[in-house]
């Protein structure tokens, strides 16, 4: 066996490890509490932001290992459920538990304290989202419906934003409805049947791809301007392109 048969399962691990140590900081966090209160923004969502980082990083090996596995010709079936299992930690479990404690936080004393668990729709959709991506033989070039790791991008900016919180965005986002209203969209496009393109690049001729160098070009400019803001707006964004125009191989 050569070196380069494990690189994609590696990296598949590296995901499965940065949500893993996410998850740890996400549920070891007993500390958030409202900028207003006595502890600094830092001390309050450190620990999310910190788990956010992680599962970029997550997000980017999942990225390249299906990418190495192609280029490699080293694809198999184990590589393809072991994807699915990490994805499942990563992009599932994890963005639930960043809600869960988002809705702690926010959820104020006349509203039972249960609804916070409701963040876990997140998860058991994206449980479904993986379960259909992997018997959908129309999902091999685009996708249809948000991908895992698209939704908990979203959700993972969330600390983020609260941390620095440049734009007063913290009493909107920790609205209690806000964050269920999320988990219920979000999920919903999770299972959605809306075709989305897939930043998959056959060749570098504009022709075969001018939306998918729109949206990255439009998405870099974003988060030059708006930093971690900008995360949700680009998710958005790919929804519309993709609806706007039919997704292509």
Known sequence: MTIKKHLPNALTCLNLLCGCVALTLILANNSVL?????????????????????????????????????????SSPIGKDLDS?????????VPGAILYKLLQLSLPNNLPTWLAYLAFTVSIFSALRLAKFNND????????????????LVVASLP???????????????????LLGLTVLLSGLLVAEIPLFALKFKNLRWQDNSLRFVFLL??????????ATAIPLIVLLYVLLSVLRPAVG
């Open 218 to 227: 439009l998405s870099i400019g974003l988060l030059v301007v708006l930093q």
């Open 160 to 178: 983020l934003i609260l941390l620095h919180d440049s734009f007063g965005l913290a009493s909107f986002i920790l609205n209690p409805w806000v």
């Open 34 to 74: 409202a900028p207003s209160s006595s502890l600094s923004a830092s001390a309050s969502f450190g620990p999310l932001a910190e788990a956010a980082y992680l599962i970029g990083l997550a997000a980017v090996a999942d990225f390249f290992d299906g990418l190495v596995a192609r280029a490699l010709h080293v």
């Open 137 to 152: 033989a129309r999902q091999s070039d685009s996708f249809i419906g948000l991908p895992t790791p698209a939704c908990t």
């Open 85 to 93: 299992l990490a994805d499942m930690v990563s992009f599932g479990v």
